[in-house]
């Protein structure tokens, strides 16, 4: 059958990475490849026997809902903002599923075919497919170890006149990095200079294993040009697909707009069970269990970097969330590298399709929140030693 689609799905490639790491899921390979958090951390118990009070109390649970969200999730959804420093009433937050679709729908309202976005490079890959879907023009600018570099951001919003701006400044998926207080003042400055709206992409800031807590970037927004996306996905589980937008009422209007087109609402049953999760459990203390759990993998990583990637290899150190970023000498194609870790079965992911002009094949995200910290050790030793032959050898 000769399929007429529309122009848009010859820029949805399915990743020859992902092919290559189904293999990584084979039980004998220790994977630091997935983005996942760790299920034995999932509060099971406690979302159980909240899906089982919000279906015993009312029919409700199982009937359409308003487009918005539910009245008490949103009403939490904006107490824990103040966390982040940012003051949004109820009426300021749109539940989505995931913070994923709050991209695509943000995508949908924003962007017509041609139009510039501006990304870190690297940036969540999963946000670039969203950016390439809708036909956008993405034009990349470095970062440092203090995130995106300001002055050539300035120079391509003068260049490019961009629609958005995309950036996940705590934590970030894939390298780990943090923007600290003097740049995001800098940053917003450019922003308000130029008249250019953020999308802060924000899932890992409650994640923090070491220094200060740091106030969202939409904390210093005062025009409205600031979109700050949530998740529940790192701090309670993905599988529930629950995050929000934080955004001003006239977006938030029109967002709803661009929502009800795509799926009416998120899941009633599941932003109850949530709110009920959130109202009788004691939702931070199981944050700092996480917390603990990820900080002191973090740390055997680390530790087991030392003592295992040959000289020439840098990498971070983050404070938190759930990636570290290495940098192996340049002769090293960490594609190439991967077909070979997975014969000594440990898998990363090689760090090419993170950067948006494809420009970069010497790097590697780790992940160390899914593995246990035995399993973390061995794993880094076995790449290490692969490392080793190939950069050194
Ligand atoms: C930076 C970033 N944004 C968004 C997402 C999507 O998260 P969610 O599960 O909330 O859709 C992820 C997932 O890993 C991510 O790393």
Redesign the pocket.
């Known amino acids: 059958m000769d399929y007429r689609f529309a122009g848009r799905v010859a820029r949805m490639k399915s990743s020859a990475i992902r092919e290559i790491l189904k293999v990584a899921e084979q039980p004998e390979v220790i994977s630091f490849a997935g983005?996942l958090p760790a299920p034995e951390l999932f509060p099971l118990d406690a979302v159980r026997q909240a899906l089982w009070d919000v279906t015993a109390a009312d029919r409700g649970t199982l009937q359409y809902s308003t487009t918005e969200g539910y009245g008490p999730l949103r009403e939490q959804i904006s107490e824990r903002m103040r966390t982040r420093g940012i003051e949004a009433s109820p009426t300021e937050i749109l539940v989505t599923n995931?913070?994923?679709q709050a991209?695509d729908l943000v995508a949908k309202l924003f962007l017509d075919p041609g139009d510039a976005v501006v990304v870190e490079s690297p940036s969540?890959l999963?946000?670039l497919q969203v950016f390439d879907s809708y036909e956008a023009r993405l034009v990349a600018i470095p970062t440092d170890d203090e995130g995106i570099v300001l002055d050539r951001l300035e120079e391509a919003i003068r260049r490019e006149a961009p629609k958005l701006l995309y950036l996940?400044p705590t934590f970030k998926?894939p390298t780990g990095v943090t923007i600290p207080a003097a740049r995001r003042v800098r940053l917003m400055e450019i922003l308000e200079r130029h008249g250019t709206m953020l999308v802060e992409?924000d899932?890992y800031s409650d994640l923090r294993y070491s220094g200060t807590p740091i106030d969202a970037i939409k904390s210093l927004d005062r025009s409205g040009r600031v979109l700050h996306l949530g998740?529940f996905?790192k701090t309670v589980a993905?599988g529930l697909r629950l995050?929000w937008i934080t955004a001003p009422p006239a977006l938030i209007a029109k967002l709803v707009l661009a929502k009800q087109g795509t799926d009416l609402h998120t899941g009633t049953l599941v932003q109850r069970a949530l709110s009920r999760y959130l109202r009788d459990n004691d939702a931070a203390a199981h944050v700092q269990t996480i917390r603990s759990a990820y900080g002191s993998r973090r740390d055997v990583m680390l530790r087991a970097l030392e003592g295992a990637f040959p000289p020439g290899v840098t990498w971070t150190r983050p404070d938190g969330g759930m990636f570290l970023w290495a940098t192996l000498p340049p002769i090293v194609d960490t594609t190439l590298l991967l077909e070979e870790a997975l014969r000594r079965r440990v898998a990363f992911v090689p760090g090419e399709p993170f950067f948006p002009d494809g420009d970069v094949s010497n790097c590697l995200r780790l992940n160390f929140s899914n593995s246990r910290p035995e399993q973390i050790e061995t794993g880094i030793a076995r790449l290490g030693a692969l490392i080793g032959c190939v950069a050194v050898g």
Request: glycine content about 24%; charged content about 5%; cysteine-free.
């Open positions: 983005g995931g913070s994923q991209l969540y999963g946000a996940t998926n992409d899932p998740s996905s993905p995050g």
